[in-house]
């Protein structure tokens, strides 16, 4: 290359040098408020002052697909901007930490609100006399909404509907004191177990005496259970009978499994499987289909895990092979069994004697009524079987438990001699409980009562 040649390239070379020096200072030195050359675009502002206005005095015809490339073309080469000026570059898109596509949309939020527990009982009132006997089962709520409790000798009906109390029967002392009472599914006929080992039926409507079975037992019945027209009674004697209440001979099935006291009877709601608690700290299953009068022992499981009486007994409503049982004073255990299998599906420790076990016929939950030392009731949430509320207001244990019909009240007598209505599981759908009565001691009509 000669010399002219290479002069004069460097010539035309040294200002586009320097002009890309200072435009890259300018870049880095910008101020918003004073206009900078190098953020211009000199060339469509040229054309906009120019060919545009040409375009626009004379317009050319054009089909619709040409106008569409034009438009897309605009685009592309970002001519479709309006203004000329610019008093700083554009920023940059901001930089997204987390990916959208990793974000989970938040939870919805819950439909239910937590349901509210009252911590206190919502009717007191007077029991007096009533035993303080772990053994017996006092108290029970029926069908028709009738609740009926033993007072000593005496049995009394209460009509949860209007809230008054009468009296069905009152035992001779020969014959007494009143050891258990159990309403049958239909609402209407009570049995009373007494401690010279009979059991009586009555018609509660017409406060008449049906019948006595005699014969059973050797000594007084402190349990009972239905199961539609057989009435199942459980002695001091350990024996376990069915007693066909349409039948002149009433004795049709004889359970032998316990050599103690029987405190606990419970039918399933099939009807096919009962379980039996007793003070030899004992849980029989017992099948229908493998019990006869001619094998009188065959059980269909022997659970011996306890370590106390067994009185509290419970079948889940909402898992039919799911037995909850309960121990006393020595053991404080509440186990839940498989009674297909026997097998143990778990066990908590609750800290004091159980009495008494109820499910809730409408949620996952249990209810446990307690002994010594703080004579409460726990509601569970199963299976977690974590504390859903301890409700205390009892001064003595809490022997009897039972559930109104509707599964929103559930009704405990103590050794305090005190009655008490807990709204745990719910108001009802149809009707609530009876107004409170303004007479909080409902037997002080009857003179011998305190």
């Given at each position: 290359?000669?010399?002219?040649?290479?002069?004069?390239?460097?010539?035309?070379?040294?200002?586009?040098?320097?002009?890309?020096?200072?435009?890259?200072?300018?870049?880095?030195?910008l101020?918003?408020?004073?206009?900078?050359?190098?953020?211009?675009?000199?060339?469509?502002?040229?054309?906009?002052?120019?060919?545009?206005?040409?375009e626009?005095?004379?317009?050319?015809?054009?089909s619709?697909?040409?106008?569409?490339?034009?438009?897309?073309?605009?685009?592309?080469?970002?001519?479709?901007?309006?203004?000329?000026?610019?008093?700083?570059?554009?920023?940059?898109?901001?930089?997204?930490?987390?990916?959208?596509?990793f974000l989970?949309?938040?939870?919805?939020?819950?439909?239910?609100?937590?349901?509210?527990i009252?911590?206190?009982?919502?009717?007191?009132?007077?029991?007096?006399?009533?035993?303080?006997?772990?053994?017996?089962?006092?108290?029970d709520?029926?069908?028709?909404?009738?609740?009926?409790?033993?007072?000593?000798?005496?049995?009394?009906?209460?009509?949860?509907?209007?809230?008054?109390?009468?009296?069905?029967?009152?035992?001779?002392?020969?014959?007494?004191?009143?050891?258990?009472?159990?309403?049958?599914?239909?609402?209407?006929?009570?049995?009373?177990?007494?401690?010279?080992?009979?059991?009586?039926?009555?018609?509660?409507?017409?406060?008449?005496?049906?019948?006595t079975?005699?014969?059973?037992?050797?000594?007084?019945?402190?349990?009972?259970?239905?199961?539609?027209?057989?009435?199942?009674?459980?002695?001091?004697?350990?024996?376990?009978?069915?007693?066909?209440?349409?039948?002149?001979?009433?004795?049709?099935?004889?359970?032998?499994?316990?050599?103690?006291?029987?405190?606990?009877?419970?039918?399933?709601a099939?009807?096919?499987?009962?379980?039996?608690?007793?003070?030899?700290?004992?849980?029989?299953?017992?099948?229908?289909?493998?019990?006869?009068?001619?094998?009188?022992?065959?059980?269909?499981?022997?659970?011996?895990?306890?370590?106390?009486?067994?009185?509290?007994?419970?079948?889940?409503?909402?898992?039919?092979?799911l037995?909850?049982?309960?121990?006393?004073?020595?053991?404080?255990?509440?186990?839940?069994?498989?009674?297909?299998?026997?097998?143990?599906?778990?066990?908590?420790?609750?800290?004091?004697?159980?009495?008494?076990?109820?499910?809730?016929?409408?949620?996952?939950?249990?209810?446990?009524?307690?002994?010594?030392?703080?004579?409460?009731?726990?509601?569970?949430?199963?299976?977690?079987?974590?504390?859903?509320?301890?409700?205390?207001?009892?001064?003595?244990?809490?022997?009897?438990?039972?559930?109104?019909?509707?599964?929103c009240?559930?009704?405990?007598?103590?050794?305090?001699?005190?009655?008490?209505?807990?709204?745990?599981?719910?108001?009802?759908?149809?009707?609530?409980?009876?107004?409170?009565?303004?007479?909080?001691?409902?037997?002080?009509?009857?003179?011998?009562?305190?």
């Open positions: 290359m000669d010399a002219g040649t290479w002069s004069s390239f460097v010539k035309t070379k040294s200002p586009c040098h320097l002009q890309d020096i200072h435009r890259k200072a300018s870049q880095e030195n101020d918003r408020f004073i206009p900078n050359r190098s953020a211009m675009d000199f060339d469509y502002a040229h054309y906009m002052l120019t060919e545009g206005k040409k626009k005095e004379n317009p050319v015809a054009s619709p697909g040409r106008q569409a490339y034009q438009k897309q073309l605009a685009a592309a080469l970002n001519m479709n901007r309006t203004r000329i000026l610019a008093f700083k570059n554009k920023p940059p898109a901001p930089v997204e930490l987390i990916p959208k596509d989970s949309p938040p939870p919805p939020p819950s439909k239910s609100s937590k349901r509210y009252p911590q206190s009982s919502e009717r007191i009132l007077d029991a007096p006399e009533i035993l303080d006997d772990f053994y017996l089962n006092l108290l709520w029926g069908s028709s909404n009738f609740l009926s409790i033993a007072l000593g000798n005496t049995v009394y009906l209460w009509d949860a509907s209007v809230g008054s109390t009468s009296e069905l029967v009152t035992i001779d002392d020969d014959d007494g004191p009143v050891t258990s009472v159990s309403w049958a599914p239909d609402g209407r006929l009570l049995a009373i177990g007494l401690n010279n080992s009979h059991v009586q039926v009555w018609d509660s409507a017409a406060c008449r005496l049906l019948r079975l005699r014969g059973a037992h050797q000594l007084r019945v402190g349990s009972l259970a239905w199961n539609r027209h057989v009435l199942t009674t459980g002695g001091m004697d350990g024996k376990i009978v069915n007693n066909d209440v349409r039948a002149g001979s009433h004795i049709v099935d004889t359970y032998r499994g316990h050599n103690q006291e029987l405190c606990g009877l419970k039918w399933s099939s009807g096919q499987q009962l379980a039996s608690g007793g003070n030899d700290n004992l849980v029989h299953v017992w099948d229908r289909s493998m019990t006869s009068s001619s094998s009188p022992t065959r059980w269909l499981h022997r659970i011996d895990e306890h370590r106390a009486a067994v009185k509290a007994l419970a079948w889940c409503p909402f898992q039919a092979n037995l909850a049982t309960g121990g006393g004073g020595c053991d404080h255990c509440i186990k839940f069994w498989n009674t297909h299998t026997a097998a143990c599906l778990n066990t908590v420790n609750t800290g004091s004697q159980v009495c008494g076990l109820l499910w809730s016929k409408k949620e996952r939950e249990l209810l446990s009524s307690h002994g010594f030392t703080q004579n409460q009731l726990t509601l569970w949430k199963y299976p977690s079987m974590v504390k859903m509320a301890e409700l205390t207001g009892h001064t003595e244990r809490v022997l009897y438990m039972t559930q109104s019909p509707d599964g009240t559930v009704a405990t007598a103590a050794g305090d001699e005190t009655l008490r209505f807990w709204n745990l599981f719910g108001s009802p759908e149809t009707s609530k409980l009876a107004p409170k009565a303004t007479n909080t001691q409902p037997f002080a009509h009857l003179s011998f009562i305190r």
